[in-house]
């Protein structure tokens, strides 16, 4: 196909993307805001070789969205990307250039990726996710190479627990839910990046509650870490203990459903449907009071000690916890 032809194409499908959005809310967000946020919204599609800690897991193929936030960097959510070997970034003007990981950070889940050749890029202002009020209009904009842009309301902000060590206190929860929310940027119908889009989520407006949504993670979050992940590739501060498993509630206990392959946990002979009692002497009865506990003892490094019910015995267990960045395997992107 012709660069012109593609162009129209391009042009096209990008106009019926923006006017359902439009004919949303038309006092606050027209066609032209629109126009010129896209401007800065990429696409970002990853190859992850196989022997990836993170391969079976989230896949050795991976794609969403990204949101340039300066003339050289490009936020997105870490999982497109974490050990990726090739990285292809999709330009608004249809150009796709390659790319590399430039940061990663679990604790959030931010990645941060560069082109490799140098290209303009435009980027969008940082806002403050702090100031998000419910029922506040807001848009959902991933790569119109990967979804359809969409109106959306904040409708909650309260901890989420994921299985694979993973907590954030206040990420933000909108509704309707967005299909193509990876990677894709929240933004303010002023044009601030609020947040970036991490997951689908059942229960967007209330624990329990069939309200199918989204979950972005804050930009806030972003702030004291941009020049570390940028500098240095992950953050420099606050560096969490890794242990290695995956972990799930189940009325009332902690039951570990995965142990990473040569991870600490398996190392220190932690399996799965092991039940965990305590942690460091601490009776713990969910994963998130888990994760605190072990995340209270001090960074990486620091030994946990485990007691777990095995076959109806209790055993005792020591976890020699690591950074997580040095666990993932390194690849030529990074």
Do not use: C
């Not at 340039?68 to 250039?97: F, H, Q, R, S």
């Not at 560069?114 to 029922?135: A, F, H």
């Not at 206990?253 to 990473?260: H, L």
């Not at 777990?308 to 209790?314: D, L, Q, S």
């Amino acid at each position: 196909m012709h660069v012109t032809q593609f162009f129209s194409k391009f042009f096209i499908v990008l106009l019926i993307f923006i006017s359902p959005i439009v004919n949303a809310d038309q006092e606050t967000i027209t066609k032209e805001k629109i126009n010129k946020f896209y401007n800065s919204v990429v696409s970002i599609d990853s190859k992850v070789p196989q022997e990836a800690r993170t391969s079976k897991s989230l896949g050795t193929t991976r794609q969403g969205s990204g949101v340039i936030i300066d003339n050289n960097n490009i936020l997105t959510i870490g999982y497109i990307v974490i050990e990726a070997n090739e990285i292809l970034i999709g330009l608004p003007n249809g150009k796709k250039i390659p790319g590399k990981l430039t940061g990663y950070d679990h604790s959030s889940g931010f990645g941060i990726v560069s082109p490799i050749i140098k290209t303009e890029l435009t980027p969008l202002i940082i806002g403050n996710s702090n100031n998000i009020k419910v029922d506040d209009t807001l848009l959902i904009l991933p790569s119109p190479l990967k979804g359809i842009g969409s109106i959306a309301k904040m409708v909650s902000r309260r901890p989420f627990v994921g299985w694979w060590e993973y907590l954030l206190e206040q990420p933000i929860y909108t509704l309707p839910m967005n299909q193509s929310w990876a990677g894709a940027p929240l933004i303010s119908p002023n044009g601030e990046i609020l947040g970036v889009g991490s997951l689908f989520v059942q229960d967007a407006a209330f624990p329990g509650t069939i309200s199918p949504g989204n979950m972005f993670v804050p930009i806030n979050l972003l702030k004291p870490i941009l020049n570390d992940l940028i500098k240095h590739g992950r953050r420099k501060t606050d560096i969490k203990p890794y242990m290695g498993m995956s972990t799930s509630d189940s009325s009332g206990k902690v039951i570990i459903t995965r142990v990473s392959k040569k991870g600490p946990a398996e190392k220190s002979g932690l399996k799965k449907n092991d039940v965990i009692k305590s942690a460091n002497g601490k009776h713990v009865s969910s994963v998130e009071e888990l994760y605190k506990t072990i995340w209270s003892s001090g960074s990486f490094g620091v030994e946990i000690n485990f007691e777990v019910i095995r076959n109806e015995k209790v055993i005792h267990f020591k976890v020699k916890t690591v950074d997580r960045m040095d666990y993932f395997i390194k690849n030529q992107s990074y």
